[in-house]
């Protein structure tokens, strides 16, 4: 028996490329890049596309937040249902969101073909699982709707047909989207820092921000290496948002733990038979689970006991060991070969937060658990505002 590892799957498994880092920051830049995740990687690309002088700078290394270790699954919509974005946004911007986030399931595709690496995307499809028999009406009533106002095509099944998803007596009903896609989070996060740094921009890791000043049009970003004069700064921290540099940014947004297990290699046939399809999968409850094949016939499998970022990692593999005993009894005693948490950030309304503050710092956090997606899309967006 191996012992378990308390390291991440992903980045343990794919060693990130020599060369992407440099020492030390520029002193001057059109625009500095705090955080080296996809938020900030996006953006930077974007900008030096639009030949804008960038420095990306974080206080970890690359992708060691949430952007390497996440579950790596591209799934449609935002957090709030499409009912509760109508109510406050109306039809017409809630429809132009939802276009948005569909077209942001592909977008990470298309960036590793533009820029010449293999993320390991799959167009896995998901489902999503309810565990209350009367959920299933609702869900074909959801469904419904979601065909005759969106043009979305969604399945919701049962019984026997439920069974063609997921071996499992544990759910009452699932609903199957074929536009939900799988991605290898680690060789996505250091794929785009590989671009980034083709494009000539220094990436600096171990290079903590330690103040924000301003005088006239330039910003001073004070960091542990230096202070870099820029034209624009933008804030791409999301759960590892800081507390002291720029208070109102941080005050939006809740940073929420999350926490994944990998099982040892388990029989091709075993994972045949319990997620057939290979989909990817999340269940319906306020403290979600969700899980997927590795392509090495691991069960990759994530979720969180409560909200804490600081939950001890050995305690958490215990847990996640009775909910996969629960959802698939014959993996009870299964081995753990990995236990790792991150930390992702929620706002109050759920929603993203892009914007400028008041002294000037754009800012771009606050994805509520979808930031593969979201973190690609608005990371370009905003890159393209400020360029």
Same mark, same amino acid.
């Given at each position: ?63 060691? =937040? ?43 595709? @298309?960036?590793?073909?533009?820029? =010449? ?123 590892? +948002? ?7 940014? @941080? ?31 999340? +269940? ?31 305690? &958490? ?47 771009? &956090? ?6 593969? +997606? ?14």
């Amino acid at each position: 028996i191996q012992p378990m590892k308390t390291v991440p799957y992903w980045t343990d498994r794919t060693a990130r490329p020599d060369g992407i880092t440099v020492e030390d920051p520029p002193s001057t830049a059109d625009v500095v890049v705090i955080g080296a995740g996809v938020t900030g990687l996006t953006a930077a690309r974007r900008l030096a596309d639009l030949g804008r002088a960038v420095v990306v700078v974080d206080a970890m290394e690359v992708g060691q =937040g949430a952007s390497a270790i996440n579950g790596g699954q591209l799934n449609y919509g935002l957090k709030p249902s499409t009912a509760t974005l109508t109510k406050r946004f109306g039809l017409e911007t809630t429809r132009a969101m939802w276009d948005a986030s569909l077209e942001a399931i592909e977008l990470p595709q @298309r960036i590793a073909t533009e820029d =010449g690496f293999d993320a390991e995307f799959r167009r896995s499809g998901a489902v999503s699982l309810g565990y209350r028999k009367d959920g299933a009406n609702a869900a074909r009533a959801e469904s419904h709707a979601m065909h005759e106002t969106f043009g979305f095509e969604t399945t919701v099944v049962e019984g026997d047909e439920l069974r063609s998803v997921i071996g499992s007596d544990a759910f009452a009903y699932g609903v199957i989207s074929m536009v939900d896609a799988a991605i290898d989070p680690a060789k996505y996060t250091f794929g785009l820092a590989g671009g980034v740094a083709r494009r000539g921009v220094p990436i600096v890791e171990h290079c903590r921000v330690t103040g924000l000043y301003r005088s006239g049009a330039t910003h001073f970003v004070a960091t542990s290496k230096g202070t870099i004069q820029a034209g624009d700064v933008l804030m791409a921290t999301n759960g590892y +948002t800081p507390k002291d540099v720029v208070p109102e940014i @941080r005050r939006q947004v809740v940073p929420i733990g999350s926490y994944m297990v990998a099982t040892v290699p388990l029989a091709p046939e075993v994972l045949d038979r319990l997620l057939p399809g290979n989909f990817i999968y999340w +269940t319906q409850r306020r403290f979600l689970n969700y899980f997927r094949r590795s392509d090495d016939d691991q069960l990759l499998f994530g979720g969180r006991p409560n909200l804490s970022p600081d939950l001890e990692l050995t305690e &958490v593999a215990h847990g996640m060991q009775t909910t996969i005993g629960e959802i698939f009894p014959e993996l009870a005693d299964v081995e753990l070969s990995h236990v790792w948490g991150g930390k992702l950030a929620a706002t109050f309304d759920l929603l993203p937060h892009l914007g400028r503050t008041e002294g000037g710092i754009w800012y771009l &956090v606050g994805y509520g658990g979808h930031g593969m +997606t979201l973190a690609t899309y608005l990371g370009t967006e905003v890159g393209g505002l400020i360029g």
